[in-house]
């Protein structure tokens, strides 16, 4: 059964910075396009960022100058380095594939306090 756990989140202030790590189990996923998602008070979960198998990445254009994803495959973990934050990047953070095809996580808090 494939599972995905999002872990790192917290309360930051703004202009602060937070790395999430999001650990997979039952399958892995070094051939796949990996991301990271969020979802936003009262939103739609969006895009982020995201990793493909080879390594090149791509992003969500306001998180571009921000945010890095990266990857570990032997721990089978995908990463996200969170910097600049700011208060409208307070939201519930994700992992999946990317697309989404995966049942999701519980996520994990990012709050930003102004």
């Known amino acids: 059964q494939v599972q995905l756990v999002e872990s790192g989140g917290g309360l930051v202030p703004a202009g602060g910075s937070l790395r999430l790590s999001c650990a997979a189990s039952?399958?892995?996923?070094?051939?796949?396009?990996m991301g990271w998602f969020r979802q936003l008070p009262g939103k739609e979960r969006e895009f982020v960022a995201a990793i493909r198998a080879i390594g090149d990445t791509y992003y969500a254009d306001s998180m571009k100058d921000r945010f890095t994803i990266s990857k570990d495959n032997a721990k089978n973990t995908v990463y996200l380095q969170m910097n600049s934050l700011k208060p409208e990047d307070t939201a519930v953070y994700y992992c999946?594939?990317?697309?989404?095809?995966?049942?999701w996580g519980q996520g994990t808090q990012v709050t930003v306090s102004s």
């Open positions: 999946n594939t990317s697309p989404p095809r995966l049942p």
């Open positions: 039952g399958r892995t996923f070094t051939r796949y396009t």
